[in-house]
């Protein structure tokens, strides 16, 4: 079965939508697991387990004009904490002006490794065998670095977050 990414973002079927992209570019293969949207309110104000995997962030009049009430360090905070969930995109509406965070925030990127580089990573992780194999048949003795964390240093990209400009 197919599975429905943001891509379907820039179907012609939504044409009339008028939607642009702004940041993010990279993302469209972001799936989208839930067919309904979520607008992040209760995220933007700490309550960030209400973000649900899967769904599109739209953020209206009422969410950017809360984002204008917080401090600078705070709406970074919040955005960057939110946008690092797995979200599928996000959708500012009705034209409004894309807040600079959010935009920062969605422009990261995946860089591949070549070759080489990404052998070296590889023989640095295996370095650690006592800290990624289990020692011993009990689970007590399993690996003490997650199995998520693992692939992380074992994937063949990087992220990176450009620096303003």
């Known amino acids: 079965m197919t599975q429905l990414t943001a891509e379907i973002l820039r179907s012609p079927a939504l044409s009339d939508l008028d939607l642009k992209?702004?940041?993010?570019?990279s993302g469209f293969d972001?799936?989208?697991?839930?067919g309904r949207i979520q607008r992040p309110g209760l995220a933007l104000a700490g309550f960030l387990s209400f973000i649900k995997p899967g769904r599109i962030q739209v953020l209206g009049e009422s969410e950017l004009n809360y984002l204008d009430t917080m401090p600078l360090e705070l709406r970074r905070e919040r955005i960057a904490l939110i946008c690092a969930l797995p979200v599928s995109a996000?959708?500012?509406?009705?034209?409004?002006?894309?807040?600079?965070?959010?935009?920062?925030?969605?422009?990261a990127r995946r860089v591949p490794l070549s070759p080489p580089?990404?052998?070296t990573k590889q023989q640095a992780v295996a370095e650690f065998r006592s800290q990624i194999t289990a020692l011993g048949p009990d689970p007590a003795d399993g690996p003490v670095v997650p199995a998520s964390e693992l692939a992380h240093h074992?994937?063949?990209?990087?992220?990176?977050?450009p620096w303003p400009s």
């Open 21 to 25: 992209v702004v940041a993010g570019e």
């Open 30 to 34: 972001r799936p989208i697991s839930w």
């Open 90 to 107: 996000f959708v500012v509406t009705k034209g409004q002006e894309v807040p600079e965070e959010l935009v920062h925030e969605c422009r």
């Open 117 to 119: 580089v990404r052998r």
């Open 154 to 161: 074992r994937r063949a990209f990087e992220v990176v977050l």
